[in-house]
């Protein structure tokens, strides 16, 4: 028999019969790529799920306030519109953190954003009915029977503690005791004096008290320790609206298309420099910038510079104490927030009190990717040069205050100078 005698012949039946055995294995992976999809989507959904319930627990603090209103422990000029009028409304969850709640909302026919703070272990239990005694732990000074003179000192004793013993501090006390008086009769009530005592505990509200009103959300009103402000309309990121999943792939470079213009970024920065400023010259002593990135950078409608979030700005005496005696390997172990740093001394084991970059030399950083992009071709050689200088800052401002100063001024001057006598200005 010849050689093509011993080949086979497969005709048309068994092609269709080697087509269809493939077809089953095809089926199965199908199957398991589309399980595979419903799987990560639903694990997706359960950790974003969780994640929202933990961080938004907004419905949690006004059940603990209004409870601690009814009973005459707490007080505040929001008080009556939050619980009994109901005309506070709460809108989407800004929460990044369990224990710092916020919201946007309305109140008064205005956008607001409304913060309140959540103590751990003062959570209700899953199907209880009662509410937390979040009164023994948070609105439990000053007792009964303080005196109107005890608690005064009592305010500027905290006060000393976490700005320093500075020669204005009464005049703050003032301020204090003064907002405290919700009904203008000339007293301070109890509730009124553990309301303004516990607000005094929340980092932020403590600052919008120090800080000028132009570069901070203006405080609108309370109750307890919750409060509102107003709400900063624009931020200087464009990912900021993203989800945080997707926001470190957004490249800075992006800012000059989806930003402002750049002579509104130059008026912006000019604003974030002043508040810089105050920071350092404050009437109510230093304060560092613990998280320097654009997000916190906000604006309203006429492009004039707010801070969204002062959460992450701190006292220096604050940032001293956590610093003082701290053991440390590295200078990673003498991180205050997020990236106020302190030299560690490797000898002795401890957090040096100074911080390695100063709060100019933080922000020209922001500013290289926030300004340059896009800025006019007869101005960016200079004002690169310029923020290369600033960003090169160290040691503490007030050891070098004339320096800082000049580099400031001179970065002002020429931002100024080409924003000046324009719409822009």
Not at 317 to 340: I, K, M, N, P
Not at 396 to 406: C, G
Request: hydrophobic share 40%; charged share 20%.
């Amino acid at each position: 028999m010849g050689q093509e005698g011993w080949g086979l012949k497969c005709g048309p039946s068994c092609a269709s019969f080697s087509h269809q055995g493939r077809l089953p294995g095809l089926r199965v992976k199908y199957i398991f790529l589309v399980w595979l999809i419903i799987f990560a989507g639903s694990w997706m959904a359960y950790v974003h799920y969780s994640t929202y319930v933990e961080l938004c627990r907004g419905h949690v603090c006004q059940v603990v306030i209004c409870d601690q209103y009814r009973k005459g422990v707490i007080s505040g000029s929001l008080c009556q519109d939050l619980c009994s009028l109901r005309q506070v409304e709460w809108g989407a969850c800004l929460s990044s953190v369990p224990g710092q709640q916020v919201y946007s909302g309305l109140w008064q026919g205005k956008a607001v954003t409304i913060k309140c703070g959540i103590e751990e272990g003062l959570r209700p239990q899953a199907g209880s009915d009662t509410v937390p005694g979040r009164e023994l732990v948070l609105f439990d000074k000053p007792s009964r029977g303080t005196s109107i003179k005890e608690f005064r000192e009592m305010t500027l004793s905290f006060l000393k503690v976490n700005l320093g013993d500075l020669p204005s501090l009464p005049a703050l006390v003032g301020q204090v005791l003064l907002m405290a008086d919700v009904n203008n009769d000339g007293k301070v009530t109890l509730a009124e004096a553990k309301s303004v005592w516990a607000l005094l505990h929340r980092t932020e509200f403590l600052l919008l008290l120090s800080l000028q009103k132009e570069h901070a959300p203006r405080l609108l009103g309370y109750c307890g320790d919750l409060y509102i402000t107003e709400t900063v309309p624009h931020s200087s990121w464009p990912g900021a609206t993203l989800p945080p999943l997707l926001r470190p792939l957004l490249p800075p470079a992006l800012q000059q298309w989806l930003g402002p213009a750049w002579p509104w970024r130059a008026k912006i920065a000019l604003g974030l420099l002043e508040f810089v400023e105050e920071l350092f010259h404050g009437s109510y002593g230093t304060f560092y910038m613990c998280e320097t990135t654009l997000a916190n950078v906000g604006y309203t409608a006429k492009h004039d510079f707010r801070m969204a979030d002062l959460q992450q700005v701190a006292p220096e005496a604050t940032v001293r104490r956590f610093l003082q005696g701290r053991r440390c390997e590295h200078s990673a172990d003498c991180t205050f927030g997020h990236d106020c740093r302190a030299p560690c001394d490797k000898l002795l084991r401890q957090c040096k009190g100074d911080l390695i970059q100063p709060n100019l030399a933080k922000v020209c950083e922001l500013l290289r990717d926030y300004l340059l992009p896009g800025a006019p071709a007869d101005l960016q050689e200079e004002l690169g040069r310029r923020l290369r200088t600033c960003t090169t800052l160290s040691g503490r401002a007030d050891q070098v205050e004339a320096y800082h100063a000049l580099v400031l001024r001179q970065l002002k001057t020429l931002l100024w100078k080409k924003i000046s006598h324009t719409e822009y200005s």
